[in-house]
């Protein structure tokens, strides 16, 4: 079983966020320190470390986190102008948190921030 992290207390709202989308397998809530106008980040509810323990059986667990990325995307009102999928992975992918997690970006144009969260 793997170790839980905060954020495992925000998806049973245990401490404070602010949570856009939740089902019974996945959270999005809005990043902390947001890197662009809008910052969200989209989780499993359960914990898998990161891409390298995603298992062939998380495959549909993973893919829903796409369309909980388009559905928010949409909602907001940016899914046609476009927006940012990012996971970092590991140390030398800048990952912080060993919970996987997409980090949703947009609402403004992202070419001059670079290509990193
Ligand atoms: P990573 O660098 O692991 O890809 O991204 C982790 C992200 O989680 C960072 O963008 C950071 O701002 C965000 N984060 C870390 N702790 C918290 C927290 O307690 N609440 C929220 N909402 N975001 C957090």
């Known amino acids: 079983m793997a170790e ?5 207390k925000i998806i049973r709202h ?3 966020s602010e949570i856009v989308y939740q089902d019974d ?7 902390i320190a947001p890197k662009a106008k809008v910052h969200i980040l989209i ?8 891409v390298n323990e995603i298992e062939p059986e998380d ?5 829903k986190l796409f ?14 102008n476009g927006y940012r999928l990012i996971f970092n992975c590991g140390r030398d992918g800048g990952q912080e948190v060993a919970h996987l997690h997409m980090h949703l970006l947009g609402g403004e144009p992202l070419h ?3 290509f990193c969260n």
């Open 67 to 80: 369309t909980v990325a388009k559905k928010i995307a949409k909602d907001l009102g940016f899914a046609e």
């Open 112 to 114: 001059s921030k670079g």
């Open 59 to 63: 495959e549909i667990l993973v893919g």
């Open 25 to 31: 397998f996945v959270t999005a809530f809005k990043d």
């Open 14 to 16: 245990e401490i404070p």
């Open 43 to 50: 989780i499993p509810n359960k914990v898998i470390p990161s």
């Open 4 to 8: 839980e992290t905060i954020f495992s």
